[in-house]
């Protein structure tokens, strides 16, 4: 049900803070803290709006039942009741775009290599991109069929919470939290720097301080777009996703042309020299898949996507043959004006390829790096701001994470603390390193989730599904997920071994935050809590939350 926008006054009053429709809802009038000041809180021991406290700091859980009372409820014109909740602004397009935009990183442009690196031939590398492709929209097609019976957001974090229960989906919550979103996000924000200076310092390195500062920048701005309002994120990833769309579509035309007027003599025994060893295979196919990662961006934000029942899987199902054709063509030509030696030695390939044939005109090369880095940054704030308001909301995250602003319907405090994450990330010199640490952790939540899948057919196969795949598709994937897990365990075995540890370390925090009633934490820690969610839910603007109604009697 679309959510119609309600405009509502917030005022203080000495320790009161009121809150009024200007639709004809009835005022509400509570005690400040009892706007939601809270901590770890569990899932089913919050108390009511009503409930005093005898600090404003004080520790004050929340009922999840109680969260969005029906009778607080502002009755609509058409007499459906409507709750402060997040708006469905995401149509189908914005979600092509959001897809689309987040798959297509800087990757393609920079080290396309890594396939070539272990096929060792322009033709084994060429069909190991095609396999990657095929089986990333096994995985998209299976997570489709999920977001549609599963209509929260939070992707592979809520299934894993619908399907295996709260413990293992805290684990999941907790590496992204820890160490995969922000860093990803750095990564991302330091190499759209790097690009977007480099015109400026073509013969040598740029600054180290001066990339980190406008990569922060950067996460700042896109931070703020997306508080601003939700359109305003959407719109952004729009423009930048068709800049670098057009970017790569103008490389694979040079490309085709170069193939035309005779340029071929690459792929002449383009098999000649390939390795079949599977351990190189298994490498090369596991550099493709993390190139296509990002297929479920969307599921992340199911609750904002109007009409999800269609728009969810026919977005999916128009992005990844969209994604597929593009890299393997351009890819192509890649191929076709550089031997195998000048990819290989190659920092940046598409600048490699651009020096060649653009000429006075490669400087746009670097640019465009620099918006595809730009709009996948846009996505991943989207996103995993997102994975941490629904964890929140779901009693995993201090409340303060699932609050939104009143007028403008954006989840600002998920928002600011990812931000926050991620400049914390920015400050570390070798970031990069990070990003080997969750490979491992990476795919085996993704298969947990489509596991799920398997298991919620077995133990519900009445309840309702808009969308229902063949069990072969889920099958197939979760078989060659074993393999992918495997796969870093024996190549990397080191970095693997300390992701499990990172993820393992999130138990001792999901017994003192979550398993333990609140009543048995260190009172320190409530009352920090309680401190920082009542001063930033007055600098946010922001009140608790809920799932439309309507939603949750699918669940």
């Not at 990844?320 to 351009?330: D, L, S």
Request: one cysteine or more; charged letters at 15%.
């Amino acid at each position: 049900m679309p959510l119609t926008r309600i405009k509502c006054s917030m005022i203080r009053c000495g320790s009161k803070l009121q809150l009024k429709s200007r639709r004809g809802c009835r005022f509400v009038d509570c005690d400040l803290e009892s706007w939601g000041f809270h901590g770890f809180s569990r899932m089913g021991e919050r108390t009511d709006c009503t409930k005093s406290c005898s600090s404003l700091a004080e520790y004050s859980p929340v009922n999840k039942s109680d969260r969005t009372d029906p009778s607080d409820c502002c009755e609509m014109q058409d007499g459906n009741q409507n709750t402060m909740q997040l708006k469905k602004e995401i149509s189908l397009i914005n979600g092509i775009s959001l897809i689309v935009g987040n798959m297509i990183g800087s990757g393609i442009f920079v080290s396309p290599k890594g396939v070539l690196i272990y096929s060792r031939s322009y033709g084994l590398s060429l069909v190991i991109w095609a396999i990657g492709g095929i089986f990333s929209v096994f995985g998209a097609l299976c997570y489709a069929e999920l977001g549609t019976t599963i209509t929260k957001s939070g992707a592979s974090y809520a299934y894993i919470l619908e399907s295996f229960g709260s413990f293992i989906a805290f684990i999941r919550l907790w590496t992204s939290l820890l160490i995969v979103e922000p860093t990803s996000q750095a990564i991302i924000a330091i190499t759209f720097a790097n690009y977007i200076v480099q015109p400026f310092f073509p013969s040598c390195d740029p600054p180290y301080l001066a990339c980190r500062l406008i990569a922060a920048a950067c996460e700042c701005l896109l931070t703020f777009i997306n508080c601003a309002y939700v359109k305003w994120g959407t719109r952004v990833q729009d423009i930048f996703t068709y800049a670098k769309v057009t970017a790569l579509i103008v490389i694979i035309i040079t490309g085709l042309v170069k193939i035309c007027q005779g340029h071929s003599s690459h792929f002449e025994n383009s098999f000649e020299g390939s390795s079949f060893d599977i351990g190189d295979i298994s490498l090369a196919l596991y550099s493709a898949l993390f190139s296509y990662s990002g297929w479920d961006t969307l599921n992340f934000v199911t609750e904002e996507i109007k009409n999800p029942e269609r728009n969810l899987p026919l977005a999916i199902a128009v992005s990844m043959p969209i994604v597929t054709v593009i890299y393997i063509m351009t890819n192509i030509a890649y191929y076709t004006v550089l031997d195998v030696e000048a990819v290989l030695s190659s920092d940046a390939v598409a600048v490699t390829f651009a020096d060649q044939v653009f000429g006075v005109f490669s400087w746009t090369i670097p640019i465009a790096v620099a918006f595809s880095c730009f709009g996948g940054l846009n996505a991943s704030i989207l996103a995993s701001s997102r994975l941490f308001f629904v964890g929140s909301r779901e009693g995993h995250l201090p409340d303060l994470l699932s609050m939104i602003h009143v007028g403008r319907f954006t989840p600002v405090p998920a928002l600011l603390f990812n931000c926050i994450m991620t400049l914390i990330y920015l400050a570390v010199e070798d970031v990069f390193k990070l990003i080997n640490y969750f490979s491992f952790s990476y795919w085996f939540f993704v298969g947990l989730s489509i596991a799920g899948q398997l298991y919620l057919r077995w133990k519900e196969p009445d309840r309702p599904r808009p969308l229902k795949l063949s069990v072969a598709f889920p099958i197939i994937f979760c078989i060659c997920t074993v393999f992918l897990v495997v796969v870093p365990l024996y190549s990397d075995t080191i970095n693997s071994l300390i992701g499990v540890a990172i993820a393992l370390s999130g138990i001792p925090v999901f017994f003192l935050g979550v398993y333990l009633p609140a009543s048995r934490r260190p009172q320190f820690i409530n009352k920090i809590l309680g401190a920082v969610t009542r001063n930033m839910q007055l600098l946010c603007y922001c009140v608790l939350t809920e799932m439309d109604p309507s939603e949750e009697k699918k669940l």
